[in-house]
């Protein structure tokens, strides 16, 4: 793994970002359409676009009564402002709905970001908002404390010298897990270590199946498909306006080394020294080169760092490091150039002048609202996710010939009274930072067992 001080550090100078390596960053990528309505209702299902609310007809009856599926974490309807821009008022679409539980945390947790596609809305604050939902989630608690219980209670009885005949590569070992336990949290379920010795009393295994079991029974709907549905005759969300939903699958980040160049057998070295006489072959006529085009070398690294995995639409990497798309004030925020020495002005005083080294600086962000923490980068919305959510839109009447329910054919008189204002969003990334100690307080400042808290967002715009 990278350390995180060639991650944080950004030079003016330097092209070559990691090579080779697999970094600490989850990749999110588009993986179809969602069809299942049990994934469409489920807030641990990753996704795209949708709606995080499910309308369905109710089966029983031919009431205009609808059957409501809330994917939105809080067993209470969040409000529905929470979704309206804060420059036209209007709702937007949701564009990406993430499953994030921390690990060995007895929460249920998700990240949902919205944003506004109205031209008048884009380069200004609030036409991107991110939500952070948590539920306490009881069966998966007593779970984590009979696991601890059960650990206490096999260091008492264990050996004090190490097991090393542990075989890692049986096929009983489980995988390793992720970091911060999102990849398989987000996308699945998660095991311990290969590496990690056998347990030192067999009276536990029965208790591992039984626990195993009662997951997958008992507590599937609790642990796995956290969501609440209720009847009700009427909700804003359903009439909300949105993008055909796609699941968000991840992988992680693998930066390939750089290939080695060759130098044809036939190539003719030109002598260094003939470009020091001021010739415009040299470096000097390259240097000028690249100051008559502007190049931003911020844009230049971030499009060489994504060109590896080039569908990303997501980069998840809780207190990491946030890849920035170009320098502008965004870039001069979080990565402040340092103090320098004044140039000198005279021939006698010249001197070489090392390159400016950036290094990531998040105290800038505001801090929590709530628990007054501060805040950390979590994720960041990648280009490529509006050309997903572009091309979704474009498919989304195929189906135009059959009968539309009365909320679809609201959503589609919205859409077409929506269309002379929308051009697009203009967005080159949108940066998340989420409370650092992951609050879930009350308005009196105690623990409560759900929560509803806007985060931070730092928009880079496409210039």
């Known amino acids: 793994m990278p350390t995180r001080a060639e991650d944080e550090d950004w030079s003016d100078s330097d092209d070559e970002a990691l090579s080779g390596v697999e970094t600490d960053v989850l990749l999110g990528v588009p993986d179809g359409r969602v069809e299942s309505d049990k994934d469409l209702r489920d807030a641990a299902v990753s996704r795209i676009g949708g709606l995080p609310v499910r309308v369905c007809s109710c089966p029983c009856t031919n009431m205009p009564s609808i059957h409501l599926y809330f994917a939105l974490l809080p067993s209470r309807e969040p409000p529905f402002p929470s979704s309206q821009c804060k420059n036209c008022s209007s709702p937007m679409e949701l564009l990406v709905q993430i499953w994030c539980p921390f690990e060995n945390s007895p929460m249920d947790r998700a990240l949902y970001i919205w944003g506004c596609a109205r031209a008048s809305c884009q380069r200004h604050p609030g036409s991107v908002r991110a939500w952070r939902a ?150 000097w006529g390259l240097e000028a080169y690249e100051n008559t085009l502007k190049v931003d070398l911020v844009f230049e690294r971030f499009t060489k760092r994504i060109s590896h995995t080039a569908d990303q639409c997501l980069r998840y990497e809780l207190k990491g490091t946030p890849l920035p798309f170009a320098s502008d004030k965004v870039f001069e925020v979080l990565f402040p150039a340092p103090p320098q020495d004044p140039l000198p002005v005279t021939g006698a005083a010249f001197k070489v002048v090392s390159p400016v080294k950036r290094s990531y600086n998040a105290s800038s962000i505001p801090h929590c609202s709530v628990c007054k923490s501060s805040r950390a980068f979590e994720c960041q919305l990648m280009p490529n996710l509006i050309n997903v959510i572009r091309a979704a839109a474009k498919d989304k009447d195929v189906d135009s010939d059959r009968k539309l329910t009365d909320a679809e054919r609201i959503k589609a008189v919205q859409a077409v009274l929506r269309s002379n204002q929308t051009t697009g969003m203009e967005w080159g990334t949108c940066m998340v930072f989420s409370c650092e100690k992951d609050c879930c307080l009350d308005v009196g400042g105690k623990d409560a067992t759900e929560c509803w808290r806007e985060e931070h967002v730092l928009v880079q715009w496409d210039e």
């Open 134 to 283: 948590l539920r306490y989630n009881a069966d998966y608690a007593a779970k984590l404390e009979k696991k601890k219980a059960r650990k206490d209670a096999q260091a008492q009885v264990a050996s004090p010298t190490p097991v090393n005949n542990a075989n890692p590569f049986s096929m009983q070992a489980p995988a390793a897990p992720s970091p911060f336990n999102l990849g398989d949290q987000i996308f699945g379920q998660t095991s311990s270590s290969p590496f990690e010795p056998p347990p030192a009393a067999e009276v536990n295994k029965d208790d591992d199946q039984s626990d195993d079991e009662s997951e997958t029974s008992s507590t599937e709907d609790s642990l796995i498909t956290a969501m609440a549905s209720t009847t009700i005759q009427e909700s804003p969300w359903t009439a909300a306006p949105s993008y055909p939903p796609i699941y968000l699958s991840t992988m992680a980040e693998y930066i390939p080394p750089a290939p080695k160049a060759k130098i044809p057998d036939n190539a003719r070295i030109e002598d260094s020294a003939d470009d020091d006489k001021g010739g415009k072959d040299g470096a």
